[in-house]
Antibody
Framework: QVQLKESGPGLVQPSQTLSLTCTVSGFSLTSYNVHWVRQPPGKGLEWMGRMRYNGDTSYNSALKSRLSISRDTSKNQVFLKMNSLQTDDTGTYYC????????????????WGPGTMVTVSS | DIQMTQSPASLSASLEEIVTITCQASQNIGNWLAWYQQKPGKSPQLLIYGTTSLADGVPSRFSGSRSGTQYSLKISRLQVEDIGIYYCQQASSTPPTFGGGTKLELK
């Protein structure tokens, strides 16, 4: 069945770089887009960026200067790197699959990982 | 960016009651709208996409509709398992943006 799972350090120091991995199973990264969405504690959802099925990327302009998304299709993994972290980057980070595969029937998110909590603190 | 304004921010309802949550888009998004449910400590779950289409496995008591740039999620008979936070999301343009959420509680 379709599964996504995020992994990474739970604690990052201010000004440092966050590196997260999303490991997927049950579908191919060459057939589906994968997105990153984050959620500060007790707050709403913010779209961060996307790895398209063909390897293209898109980023939220608010984060674009700090954010990089890449992948390793042989390992079924999508990576997120974000630099210059600050305390307001604290939150739960999710990877999520785009509904519809390469048909791209809209940026709807049909399967989500359980999320990984990231705390930015010294 | 397109702003999505949800109302109410919180809602208390009784079992079997009809519940309606609304989402106002700051500009025309057509039918490019989704609804998600998030239970405490869990990731969001897709309920509805394309304004009215039910995602796989979602009970038929959930439905979506649209009037202009206002979108609604209706739960026809509230059940215990429906408690959580509901988010709308526009998929019309980049970046996709979410509403602030509606917290649904049992009365």
């Amino acid at each position: 069945q379709v599964q996504l799972k995020e992994s990474g350090p739970g604690l990052v120091q201010p000004s440092q770089t966050l590196s997260l991995t999303c490991t997927v199973s049950g579908f191919s990264l060459t057939s589906y887009n994968v997105h990153w969405v984050r959620q500060p504690p007790g707050k709403g959802l913010e779209w961060m960026g996307r790895m398209r099925y063909n390897g293209d990327t898109s980023y939220n302009s608010a984060l674009k200067s700090r954010l990089s998304i890449s992948r390793d299709t042989s390992k079924n993994q999508v990576f997120l790197k974000m630099n210059s972290l600050q305390t307001d980057d604290t939150g739960t980070y999710y990877c999520t699959r785009n509904y519809g595969g390469y048909s791209e029937l809209g940026w709807y998110f049909d399967f989500w990982g359980p999320g990984t909590m990231v705390t930015v603190s010294s | 960016d397109i702003q999505m304004t949800q109302s109410p921010a919180s809602l208390s309802a009784s079992l079997e009651e009809i519940v309606t949550i609304t989402c106002q888009a700051s500009q025309n998004i057509g039918n490019w709208l989704a609804w998600y449910q998030q239970k405490p400590g869990k990731s969001p779950q897709l309920l509805i996409y394309g304004t009215t289409s039910l995602a796989d496995g979602v009970p038929s008591r959930f439905s979506g509709s649209r009037s202009g740039t206002q979108y609604s999620l209706k739960i026809s008979r509230l059940q215990v398992e429906d408690i959580g936070i509901y988010y709308c999301q526009q998929a019309s343009s980049t970046p996709p943006t979410f509403g602030g959420g509606t917290k649904l509680e049992l009365k």
